[in-house]
């Protein structure tokens, strides 16, 4: 803009040898013309860089998710293999279901990662565009010839540009949201499949509550039967004693020995230590 006020000036100096009258109206004219495509240049540049800024933003809201979203498929991931470990082969397709289900994830996420680099692509693209809108400009103002009709040709164009590159920032904009929407799917089906490791926790809770209480059953039987066939031995083992059971007082303390088929204590046999 500067350098057209310049060339303006110059032909403003030899258009007041001519003629003094149509040369300022024609200057001010050409000065507003450059003002206006200047303004809406400088409108789309501001809209690029917001565009730019937004998806930053993104970006980083991007690498948080995806950090979040592994940290979550690795606790999910522990959470079937535990489960798998206390469950049964069922419980293992489990596991690869929700193995499968994180590949998806995965591959969600890099589709996300497409759609930004795409983005800043455009928004590459735009910048680019508005550059060499500039050269143009500049290259444009540097022919003598036909001056004031080439100027208002180039403001037309740059005017068309802007309008341009305002459309192409909207439709950044339209891409952002729908980003957002690809980001709010990603953060449900990973709470569906939060929702699936415990579903699949709380199963294998079950059989072990399950697997409890039957050995409890068992342990319970087991016992009722011990008791039940105790008196029966107590009486065959009294029966086979040379000497009366009540005879022989075991006494506290350390025990002397112990072997395969007990422990060797001192007891007292009508007065007598005995082993």
């Known amino acids: 803009a500067t350098k057209a006020e310049e060339r303006a000036t110059t032909v403003e100096q030899h258009l007041l040898e001519t003629n003094q009258q149509d040369a300022d109206a024609s200057l001010q004219q050409i000065r507003r013309q450059a003002q206006q495509a200047d303004e809406r240049a400088r409108r789309a540049e501001e809209r690029a860089k917001m565009a730019e800024q937004q998806l930053m933003k993104i970006n980083k809201q991007y ?57 800043e692509e455009r928004v590459q693209q735009t910048e680019e565009r508005a550059t060499m809108v500039e050269q143009e400009l500049f290259e444009t103002k540097q022919q003598n010839d036909a001056l004031q009709h080439q100027i208002r040709i180039q403001a037309q164009l740059a005017s068309d540009r802007a309008t341009k590159a305002e459309e192409r920032a909207t439709t950044v904009e339209q891409q952002l949201l729908e980003t957002n929407q690809q980001h709010n799917a990603i953060t449900r089906q990973a709470q ?40 029966r031995m107590s009486d065959q083992i009294k029966s086979s004693w040379k000497v009366e059971r009540d005879e022989i007082e075991v006494m506290e303390g350390d025990p002397l020995g112990v072997g395969g088929w007990g422990e060797v204590r001192v007891a007292m046999f009508r007065g007598v230590k005995v082993a």
Do not use: G, W, Y
């Open 63 to 119: 690498d948080a998710l995806q950090q979040q979203m592994r940290l979550q498929a690795q606790q999910a991931s522990d959470r079937a293999t535990k489960a798998d470990e206390r469950a049964n082969r069922a419980e293992e397709r489990a596991t690869m279901v929700e193995q499968e289900q994180i590949k998806k994830n995965d591959a969600l996420l890099q589709q996300f990662t497409l759609h930004a680099q795409q983005a």
């Open 192 to 231: 569906q499949a939060d929702e699936r490791a415990r579903r699949a926790e709380e199963r294998a809770t079950k059989i072990e509550n399950d697997f409890r209480l039957s050995r409890q059953q068992s342990e319970a039987q087991l016992r009722s039967r011990v008791t039940q066939h105790i008196p």
